[in-house]
C-alpha cells in the first residue's frame, strides 16, 4: 500500500446553489473514492442554504465550506474555490456530475508519472429527464461517451473536448496563470483549458473516470445551447489574447493527427461535432 507520506493533497472544489438534493450525489461521489487524500471545497453561490445539510451527512469528509452571501456568479465562486483550496492537485466538479471511484487515484498516479501538468480521462455522458414536481426525481434516458480524445491543441483551440471534472491540474497552472474569466457565466472552463494548454500539454487517460448530465428535454437542450452560444464570441475574443510558443516540429505533429484523423474517419464526424457544439452546447 502507498505510504502516507508519498500522496498528495487533491483538493476538489465544487460550485452549488442552493440545491442540496442534487449535491448529495456529487459529494457521494467523493466519499467512495479509492484516494484518501482530498479536501472538499463548496462554494455556495448566494445564501448557505446547503451548510446543515453538509455537516449533517458528510462529516467524514476534509470539507471546506464558504456561501457568498450574494449571487456573483459561476466563474466568480470558482475563483474562491481555487483560492481557498490547499492541494497540489486541482479537480473541479459541478454540483450536479460524479466521480467514479477511480478518478482521483487514476489521475494522480498519472501525473506523478508524467511531466505534463495537467492530465484528463474519459467521462461518461449521461442524460437525464429531470421530474417537473420534484427536481431530485430523475430517470437515466440514455448513456454514451461522447468524447475520446486524445489530446490534441488544435482541436482543444476549435472545440472543448474536455468536461470539466474529468481533468486534474497542478496548482502551479493557476498560480502562474490565475483562474476562471469573470466575465464568463458559461464556457469559462473551456477558456481556462485553453489558457493551461499554453503552457502544458495535457496527458490522456483512456479510462472512464466520471460522468456528466446534460437534458434530455429538447427544450431544456436548447435552452442550454442558447446559453452557451451566448459566450461564444467573448472566448474567442479571449483566445486572441492567448500566446504560445510552438516550434515546426510541434507544428507538424499536431496538424498530423488532425489530418491522419480527418482521412481514417472522414469529415462527417468533425462536421457533426462542430454543429453539436455550436448548436446543441453539446461538450
Known amino acids: 500500500m502507498e505510504k502516507k507520506m508519498n500522496r498528495v493533497l487533491v483538493s476538489i472544489i465544487i460550485r452549488t446553489c442552493q440545491r442540496p438534493y442534487i449535491l448529495k450525489r456529487a459529494l457521494e461521489s467523493i466519499v467512495i473514492q479509492s484516494y484518501p487524500e482530498i479536501q472538499v471545497v463548496i462554494v455556495e453561490d448566494g445564501n448557505n442554504e446547503s451548510e446543515k445539510f453538509i455537516k449533517e451527512n458528510f462529516s467524514m469528509l476534509n470539507i471546506c465550506y464558504v456561501a457568498t452571501g450574494k449571487k456573483v456568479g459561476r466563474a466568480k465562486a470558482g475563483n474562491i474555490g481555487l483560492e481557498l483550496s490547499e492541494g497540489v492537485f486541482l479537480n473541479f466538479l459541478d454540483d450536479d456530475d460524479m466521480l467514479f471511484e477511480n478518478h482521483v487515484q487514476t489521475l494522480v498516479e498519472t501525473l506523478k508519472k508524467v511531466k505534463n501538468r495537467a492530465a484528463y480521462s474519459i467521462a461518461e455522458e449521461r442524460r437525464l429527464k429531470i421530474s417537473n414536481t420534484t427536481p431530485n ?95 461564444r464570441d467573448a472566448i474567442y475574443e479571449n483566445f486572441s489574447n492567448y500566446e504560445i510558443s510552438l516550434n515546426i516540429r510541434d507544428i507538424n505533429k499536431e496538424m498530423t493527427y488532425v489530418i491522419r484523423e480527418y482521412k481514417n474517419n472522414g469529415i462527417i464526424r468533425y462536421i457533426r461535432m462542430f454543429f453539436r457544439a455550436l448548436f446543441f452546447g453539446e461538450r
Request: hydrophobic share 30%.
Open 137 to 231: 426525481d430523475y430517470k437515466i434516458k440514455g448513456k454514451s461517451i461522447r468524447f475520446k480524445q486524445p489530446y490534441n491543441r488544435m482541436l482543444l483551440y476549435t472545440f472543448n473536448y474536455i468536461p470539466i471534472q474529468s481533468i486534474m491540474f497542478h496548482r502551479s497552472l493557476y498560480e502562474q496563470l490565475g483562474g476562471f474569466d469573470e466575465h464568463l457565466d458559461a464556457l469559462e472552463d473551456w477558456d481556462l483549458w485553453v489558457r493551461y494548454s499554453t503552457k502544458t500539454d495535457f496527458c490522456f487517460v483512456e479510462k472512464t473516470t466520471s460522468c456528466y448530465h446534460v437534458p434530455y428535454e429538447k427544450k431544456l437542450k436548447k435552452r442550454r445551447a442558447e446559453n452557451l452560444s451566448e459566450y
